[in-house]
């Protein structure tokens, strides 16, 4: 089997996976994974597909700039320049983008703090964080509309080979060395996410939440 096949074999079994937990709401989210590195080329979802579907025109190879790096009528996705910024500046492998709820409404309640801030659940660990009581944090960003400023802005947060940041009222961007850190990154985020959202509701409805 061809590397391009094994890698794109992997980065379908993780889409599948987000589809079936409801992560790509109206064509939203995108997702990439290394296929090379010398020269860098990487497979990513073409622009404006349903990704709950699985086809054999859900993903497109490109080079170290986001542009197909064969013939193709595909279109990379339009935020394909975030996933150049993070495979350019670090040996992740593998960049996963979803539109949830609670990621939205996360990155609204904190936008005005500049990031959001968790601590004292067990769920931390899938972070590799052991310490008790550890605390992460994830940046949250303007949704500036033109792609590169997005992209220029986002890459300020891209600080090591596995990552996360918020975009805000948009979703959240999480990378990793592998498909399955990145998936499990996401999860451990989106479960913190909608923790918070809970704890925020049951709060102000007076109940005893700490
Ligand atoms: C309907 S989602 C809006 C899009 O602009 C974008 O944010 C997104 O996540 C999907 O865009 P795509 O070009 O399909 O990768
Ligand atoms: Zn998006």
């Known amino acids: 089997m061809s590397i391009v096949v094994k890698k794109w074999n992997e980065l379908a ?24 590195d010398d020269p860098l080329t990487f497979l990513v979802t073409a622009s404006g597909k349903d990704k ?11 080079d170290a700039a ?5 013939k ?5 996705s339009a935020e394909t320049l975030l996933h150049v910024e993070i495979y350019n500046r670090t040996n992740a492998g593998c960049v996963l983008h979803v539109h949830t709820v609670d990621n939205n409404i996360i990155s609204d309640v904190y936008a005005a703090n ?14 590799g964080i052991w310490e008790e009581n550890a605390e992460v944090r994830i940046p949250i960003i303007y949704n500036y509309a033109d792609i590169p400023t997005l992209a220029q802005q986002f ?10 940041v918020l975009i ?24 913190l996410f909608r923790w918070q959202v809970k704890r925020l509701l049951l709060q102000r409805a007076g109940l005893p939440v700490g």
């Open 72 to 76: 193709t009528h595909l279109k990379p």
């Open 13 to 36: 079994e993780v889409k599948a996976e987000l589809a079936a937990r409801d992560w790509f709401f109206a064509t939203s989210g995108n997702l990439s994974i290394k296929v090379t």
């Open 155 to 164: 890459s300020t947060y891209i600080h090591g080979d596995a990552g996360a």
């Open 66 to 70: 986001g542009r197909p790096a064969e």
């Open 52 to 62: 709950r579907k699985q086809t054999d025109e859900d993903f497109l190879l490109v």
């Open 168 to 191: 805000h009222n948009h979703g959240i961007t999480v990378w990793g060395r592998t498909a399955f850190e990145a998936k499990k990154h996401l999860e451990a985020w989106e479960f």
């Open 114 to 127: 500049g990031e959001a801030v968790f601590s004292g659940q067990e769920i931390i660990k899938a972070f």
